[in-house]
């Protein structure tokens, strides 16, 4: 939990943002009879939201570069991007992306900062959304930890399908 502390603190020192979506699979297996996978679901909303981010920094054309972790999805996910760009995933967002570059790049998390930095916010957010902390001093460094991530999170929303 020190490491995790630890980074979280230079998280909230850093110039980053950070975007948490998350996709309800329970809710959108209820609710579509053919969904769309939930990982390029919530590929699409991150970069939607990232998207618009960007178009609020002010700067006349921000482009932004999306970083991923390696994953046997990488080849639809960059199909995906391309596609997104041109349209919109029909029903579950609701523009182009204007302001995200070419593709997304996929490499292995062990061989990035950004990448570990982006996996333990991920995961706390996570945490703190779906567990309930049973022993006080996890729930005490866990808290600690989400509230130095929340502390540069542009955006947080899990999706529930109705």
Same mark, same amino acid.
């Given at each position: 939990?020190? /490491?995790?502390?630890? =980074?979280?603190? +230079?998280? $909230?020192?850093?110039?980053?943002?950070? !975007?948490?979506?998350?996709?309800?699979?329970?809710? &959108?297996?209820?609710?579509? *009879?053919?969904?769309?996978?939930?990982? @390029? @679901?919530?590929?699409?909303?991150? %970069?939607?939201? $990232?998207? #618009?981010? @960007?178009?609020?920094?002010?700067? *006349?054309?921000?482009?932004? %570069?999306?970083?991923?972790?390696?994953?046997?999805? =990488?080849?639809? $996910?960059?199909?995906?991007?391309?596609?997104?760009?041109? *349209?919109?995933?029909?029903?579950? #967002?609701?523009?182009?992306?204007?302001? !995200?570059?070419? #593709?997304?790049?996929?490499?292995?998390?062990?061989?990035?900062? &950004?990448?570990? /930095?982006?996996? +333990?916010?991920?995961?706390?957010?996570?945490?703190?959304?779906? !567990?309930?902390?049973?022993?006080?001093?996890?729930?005490? $460094? +866990? /808290?600690?930890?989400?509230?130095?991530?929340?502390? !540069? #999170? /542009?955006?947080?929303? +899990?999706?529930?399908?109705?």
């Amino acid at each position: 939990m020190k /490491a995790c502390d630890l =980074a979280a603190k +230079v998280l $909230a020192r850093s110039s980053a943002r950070f !975007i948490f979506r998350g996709v309800d699979i329970e809710g &959108l297996e209820r609710r579509y *009879a053919n969904p769309h996978p939930p990982h @390029l @679901l919530a590929l699409a909303q991150v %970069l939607e939201q $990232a998207d #618009t981010f @960007l178009g609020n920094e002010g700067s *006349a054309l921000p482009i932004g %570069l999306a970083h991923a972790d390696e994953h046997h999805s =990488a080849h639809s $996910a960059r199909r995906s991007l391309r596609d997104f760009k041109i *349209a919109r995933v029909p029903g579950y #967002t609701t523009r182009q992306l204007h302001r !995200i570059a070419d #593709t997304i790049y996929f490499g292995p998390s062990h061989e990035s900062r &950004l990448l570990q /930095a982006a996996d +333990v916010a991920t995961y706390f957010i996570n945490r703190a959304r779906t !567990i309930t902390e049973q022993d006080p001093r996890s729930s005490k $460094a +866990v /808290a600690k930890i989400v509230k130095n991530i929340r502390s !540069i #999170t /542009a955006h947080e929303w +899990v999706w529930s399908p109705r």
